[in-house]
Nanobody, 121 residues
Framework: QVQLVESGGGLVQAGGSLRLSCVAS????????MGWYRQPPGKQRELVAT???????NLVDSVKGRFTVSRDNAKKTVYLQMNSVKSEDTSVYYC???????????????WGKGTLVTVSS
């Protein structure tokens, strides 16, 4: 099994910064793309940012220039640096990773349980 555990969420004032972390553990042979999604209150889950094993990043327009996604492959960890946060960034943030457990198994998507980020105005 593979587990993803997020940390770093909490209450932050508008304009402030927060750094989310997500560590992958368990039966892992190789990790491909990792990323962050979020689900605002009463809305659908949406993509925030992804990063490939080679470091190629993709961020949605609403967070470009404010958020940065990075990863440490040796630590099996992905980060989301959130700067200049806005009230509309309030969401539960979920970590996602595409993981190959063994060479015989295909890649599968795994999710963390989420961490709540609340931005106060």
């Amino acid at each position: 099994q593979v587990q993803l555990v997020e940390s770093g969420g909490g209450l932050v004032q508008a304009g402030g910064s927060l750094r989310l972390s997500c560590v992958a553990s368990g039966n892992i042979f190789r990790i491909d793309t990792m990323g962050w999604y979020r689900q605002p209150p009463g809305k659908q889950r949406e993509l925030v940012a992804t990063i490939t094993v080679g470091g190629f990043t993709n961020l949605v327009d609403s967070v470009k220039g404010r958020f940065t996604v990075s990863r440490d492959n040796a630590k099996k960890t992905v980060y989301l640096q959130m700067n200049s946060v806005k009230s509309e960034d309030t969401s539960v943030y979920y970590c996602n990773a595409r993981v190959m457990s063994t060479l015989q198994n295909p890649y599968m998507d795994y999710w963390g349980k989420g961490t709540l980020v609340t931005v106060s105005s």
